[in-house]
Every structure is written in C-alpha cells, then in structure tokens.
C-alpha cells in the first residue's frame, strides 16, 4: 500500500504563489508515476501535472508556465509549485501515485493512478 498526504493549500490573492506538498509513504516501489489533479465544486477532477521516475514532466495546457512540479525522492515528497494564480484554479487539490508504465506516463488520466491523498483546498479570490 502507498499513503498520501497532501499540505500547503489555503487562500491567496490572484496573481500569488502557494507550493503543496505530498508525502509519500508505505511501499514506494508499488508506482513509477506521481501526478496533482484538481477538482472545483460541481466540475469533474482533471488533471494538472504528472512526473515520472526520469523527472518528465506533463501539464494541463492551462497552468503550463505557471506551476511547476518535483519530486524530491530523498524526501519522499512530491511538489507543485503554482504561480500567478487565478481564480479558476480554486478547487481541491489530490496528489497521486500509480503504475503507468512508459506508455502513460507522465500522464493526467485518472485511470493511471492507484493511490490518491486526500486532498487540499486552494482558494484563489481577492
């Protein structure tokens, strides 16, 4: 089994900064993916960024050259680091791990994830 456990969410002004985090724990060479999705209220969860065990990297086209993510393995710690923030990237953050395999990974498809956190809350308002 691998545990989630993402931090950093909260509220922030547009055009700001925040960076969650994901702890990864258990069996950690149950996944070679890692990936952040999103869900805002009333909408389907959609996928944000993907990494891979190389540090390849995907992004959704609409947060491409505003967040960025890392894994720090040493640590056991996903990153993503989002700025210039709108309002439209409120909702609830997840991180993921799953065994995708080089076909799909990196990759923002729910379907390549096996294990998800529980979620933080990013609000984005003035």
């Known amino acids: 089994q691998v545990q989630l456990a993402e931090s950093g969410g909260g509220s922030v002004q547009p055009g700001g900064s925040l960076r969650l985090a994901c702890s990864v724990s258990g069996y950690t060479d149950n996944f070679d993916c890692l990936g952040w999705f999103r869900q805002a209220p009333g909408k389907e969860r959609e996928g944000i960024a993907s990494?891979?065990?190389?540090?390849?990297?995907k992004f959704r086209d609409s947060v491409k050259g505003r967040f960025t993510t890392s894994h720090d393995r040493a640590k056991n710690t996903l990153y993503l680091q989002m700025n210039s923030l709108k309002a439209e990237d409120s909702g609830t953050y997840y991180c993921?791990?799953?065994?995708?395999?080089?076909?799909?990974?990196?990759?923002?498809?729910?379907?390549?994830?096996?294990?998800w956190g529980q979620g933080t809350q990013v609000t984005v308002s003035s």
């Open positions: 993921a791990a799953g065994q995708a395999g080089s076909r799909w990974c990196p990759g923002l498809w729910t379907h390549i994830y096996d294990y």
């Open positions: 990494i891979d065990n190389d540090g390849i990297t």
